[in-house]
């Protein structure tokens, strides 16, 4: 099962695991191959787009046009929905083949498990959910940057002797690159043993989030709110701002332990850990539980009854008022530029 | 039914200090507690084994005094503890971690299931479940929220993930790492403390596990800590306080500017 550590001088290659769902290639990716670009320049080494289960043509070359110089696709229908031992043997087999120096993945549910199986298959070093990836300009390391202890220190970590240098990287920590049409790359469509795409592990069924929970950490903009609502009916008032927002429904463990809303949205320590472009919240005091969630949010927004809430500590703007004065006006506000601004044209927001 | 459910002692509060010149965790002087992520699966194991009669095992690696979160699990109602204890197994990180809890699941015999927390509060990777997996080459599912069934030879469970929830079979023996919806702790009884204070918690080395020297700890570990700061929070916010409704709607405009600036209006 263990391989012996491949020296550090017969890796080269900065790797991206690309995730698709349905057939679409998800934005993940585009964020992976913007910092893997980046790493590959760094390094002055190709960087390779890694993507299991079917794909459209459109979609692989999209990765090319975002940064890849090589896409790898394993097509089979057998990876049509991530299933932890196909996955693993199957990127095992390809990590041995060609041998990356770097090999990084989204800190989502699929790279969560598969990288720590790869991590124990290839004999690599992992590190979890990154904030920040670097070139050690002397030894041409990967650096590898996370929060941890709650979001209160960051650690830099490195991996000084086994290959690939793996990690996961916090979604929306990065911006995708804008495509570039000219840039040319090159798909290889590989076939696999087919004893590599067993699973004991069968997928019976699937059931859509009902709601703007379920991707809260990859939305954009997030909308929040605690124990402040007072009682589970009131989501309603945080749910309108939040489709004013196009925005993603969070909420404190003290709501979700209410039974107001389910804990696919719970933002904090026990709950999701996210990093938001805006994180909005009303009616949360920002206990330290939830302040490690909140940790790497690019803006934070917070509207609290108490003066003294520790969200105010942490927060960029913040309004003391009664939430259910301001919600029903801030959201009226929106809504009616909204309506002004669609008006004139078609453009979506986005 | 034979659960295993590997958990760990982490500190108390999010409030720990970090050794800057080796970068490892402070421990001393922080009251510590079992993960509370690792409750989850410590209950939903006592459910499947109250359901359908067996035995459930509380393991854990750390400093001598972790004993007292396996003992804890004791009184939660688990049947047994082992503690993996040596100053060997220090500073290993999910890699070496997972690597010696899996010889000591294989030395302690035949199982049926290995339930885990997601991740601990502390180190946060969620990384040690599926390596579990890995070394001990069982199927593995993460992020379970609910064990639906569980028969003699498979277990059906529902996973949360980004999109929504899946539901999937899984071949026994599997590792299985759970989500707070999993199932709700209960609190140790009074008799199960009593258990627990006299519970035999045999404390197991290198040796009693068979683990070459060179794969354990600090010495076997892939990954290297090289420096740990604390980042400034340096966010200097605009704190606004209306005291009528006039003020309100300018602190409303003042939020409606912002996401302007964002472009997010």
Not at chain 2, 52 to 78: D, H, N, W, Y
């Amino acid at each position: 099962m263990k391989e012996t550590a491949a020296l550090p001088a017969a890796a080269s290659g900065v790797w991206v695991f690309a995730e698709q769902r349905a057939g679409i290639v998800q934005p993940i990716s585009h964020e992976l191959l913007a910092r893997g670009r980046r790493l590959a320049d760094a390094r002055g080494a190709p960087l390779t787009s890694v993507l299991l289960g079917p794909a459209g043509d459109d979609g692989l070359r999209e990765m090319i046009r975002r940064g890849a110089d090589r896409v790898l696709h394993v097509a089979d229908p057998a990876l049509q929905d991530f299933l932890p031992e196909p996955y693993s043997a199957v990127t095992a087999h390809l990590v041995r083949e060609r041998r990356p120096d770097i090999f990084i993945a989204g800190a989502t549910t699929t790279g969560r498990t598969l990288m720590p199986l790869l991590a124990v298959l290839c004999h690599a070093g992992l590190t979890a959910d990154c904030t920040q990836l670097e070139i050690d300009p002397a030894t041409g390391e990967l650096l590898q940057i996370r929060p941890a202890i709650g979001g209160n220190i960051m650690a830099t970590i490195r991996t000084p002797l086994c290959r690939p240098q793996m990690a996961t990287v916090r979604p929306r920590s990065m911006k995708p690159a804008p495509p570039d049409p000219g840039r040319a790359g090159e798909i290889e469509r590989l076939t696999v043993p087919p004893e590599l795409l067993r699973s004991r592990v069968r997928r019976v069924a699937f059931e859509p989030a009902d709601d703007e929970g379920g991707g809260i950490q990859k939305a954009e903009v997030v909308v929040a709110a605690g124990r402040g609502l007072k009682k589970g009916a009131n989501f309603d008032l945080v749910r309108r701002l939040a489709r004013a927002l196009n925005a993603g429904v969070g909420a404190s463990r003290d709501a979700v332990d209410r039974g107001w809303i389910g804990y696919p949205h719970q933002v904090g320590l026990s709950g999701k850990t996210i990093s938001p472009r805006l994180y909005f919240c009303a009616g949360i005091s920002g206990s330290v539980q939830h302040l490690a969630g909140i940790k790497t949010a690019e803006h934070i927004i917070a509207v609290n009854l108490n003066p003294d809430a520790q969200i105010f500590k942490v927060a960029d703007y913040g309004v003391v008022a009664d939430l259910f004065e301001l919600l029903p006006l801030l959201t009226e506000k929106l809504e009616a530029r909204k309506k002004s601004a669609r008006a004139p044209g078609t453009e979506g927001s986005g | 039914m034979d659960i295993i459910v590997p958990i760990k002692q982490v500190p108390e509060t999010s409030k720990v200090r970090m050794d800057p010149n080796t970068g490892v965790m402070i421990r001393e002087g922080v009251e510590s507690i079992i993960n509370p992520l690792d409750l989850y699966a410590i209950e939903a194991a006592l459910q499947l084994a109250e359901g359908c009669g067996g035995r459930t095992t509380a393991l854990s690696m750390g400093p001598a005094k972790a004993e007292a979160a396996v003992r804890e699990a004791i009184a939660m109602g688990c049947t047994e503890g082992v503690l993996l204890s040596h100053r060997s197994f220090a500073g290993s990180d999910t890699w070496a971690t997972s690597f010696a809890l899996s010889l000591a699941i294989r030395k302690r015999g035949a199982f049926d299931l290995i339930l885990c927390g997601e991740r601990a509060t502390d180190g946060d990777t969620g990384q040690v479940g599926p390596g579990i997996a890995a070394w001990l080459g069982l199927p593995v599912v993460t992020y379970v929220s609910r064990i639906l069934e569980c028969g003699p030879r498979a277990v059906v469970v529902r996973r949360m993930i980004e999109e929504g929830y899946e539901t999937l079979e899984a071949e026994l023996p599997c590792v299985l790492t759970v989500v707070k919806e999993a199932a709700y702790p209960r609190l140790p009884t009074l008799r199960g403390k009593q258990r627990a204070r006299a519970a035999t918690v045999p404390v197991w080395g290198p040796e009693d596990i068979g683990a070459p020297a060179e794969s354990l700890g600090l010495k076997g570990s892939p990954t290297r800590v090289v420096k740990v700061e604390s980042p400034s929070l340096a966010r200097h916010g605009d704190v606004r306080t209306p005291k009528d409704p006039a003020e309100l709607e300018r602190a409303v405009d003042g939020i409606v500017d912002y996401l302007e600036r964002l472009g997010l209006t």
